[in-house]
């Protein structure tokens, strides 16, 4: 069965500084990553997600990310961030074999100083 | 732009109340899923469905039950409420292509008093 693990519960970031939330997964074969956020009150917005080929995605937002298969890991990036990125971000593995229930990591809440 | 509605957004409830929540996709996904998150919490998948008639419990136990009739729709009912009941209800949907992204509704707030 896959897993995710985000290491971080919270982050403080100032407005204008670069962002960086760690992702980590496990599965057995080639896992497809998503990267969503959410507001409060409110539904998950996919960011952008990797399925294959090229392993830096560009997401919506400003938002990118990089597969590492050496590391297992699939960490969003963002360099600059406005107050408007103050939200909690999840990452979620899904698999061929799950059949695209995706398996979410417990978020990582971004809090932005001004 | 293709939507994933649900309704309602609140709800404040009894114990031992039936409730229903909705939950329809104008995308004509065949697949579609119920997550249950707590306050702070992550998602924890609690029923999902590949097709009309077809419905399947998720990986967290839950007491709730789902239908499938319509592509379009895929409601979610508890028959007593009881306060371990108290979360957010979020539905979801997406294409059956292997990798394809999944489309979260806004959610539905449920507190069971």
């Known amino acids: 069965a896959q897993s995710v693990t985000q290491p971080d519960i919270h982050i403080t970031v100032s407005e204008g500084a670069s962002l960086e939330l760690r992702c980590n997964y496990s599965?057995?074969?080639?896992?497809?990553l998503f990267w969503y956020v959410q507001s409060p009150g409110q539904g998950l917005q996919l960011l952008l997600k990797?399925?294959?080929?090229?392993?830096l995605v560009q997401g919506i937002k400003g938002f990118e990310a990089e597969f590492k298969r050496s590391q297992s890991s699939f960490n969003l990036r963002k360099p600059s961030v406005h107050w408007s990125d103050a939200a909690e971000y999840f990452c979620?593995?899904?698999?061929?074999?799950?059949?695209?229930?995706?398996?979410f990591g417990g978020g990582t809440r971004v809090l932005v100083k001004p | 732009e293709a939507d994933i509605y649900q309704t309602p957004r609140y709800l404040v409830i009894g114990t031992g109340k039936k409730i229903t929540l909705e939950c329809s996709q104008t995308?004509?996904?065949?697949?579609m899923y119920w997550y249950q998150q707590d306050p702070g919490m992550e998602l924890h998948l609690i029923h999902y469905?590949?097709?009309?008639?077809?419905?399947e419990k998720g990986d967290l136990s839950s007491e709730s039950t789902v239908s499938r009739i319509r592509t379009e729709h895929f409601p979610l009912t508890l028959e007593s409420a009881r306060p371990s009941h108290t979360s957010q209800y979020l539905c979801?949907?997406?294409?059956?292509?292997?990798?394809?992204?999944?489309?979260f509704g806004p959610g539905t707030r449920l507190t069971v008093t």
């Open positions: 979801a949907s997406s294409e059956s292509s292997i990798g394809a992204a999944t489309h």
């Open positions: 599965y057995g074969a080639t896992p497809y």
């Open positions: 990797y399925f294959s080929g090229d392993t």
């Open positions: 979620a593995v899904g698999a061929r074999a799950a059949g695209n229930k995706l398996t």
């Open positions: 995308m004509g996904h065949d697949k």
């Open positions: 469905s590949y097709g009309v008639n077809s419905t």
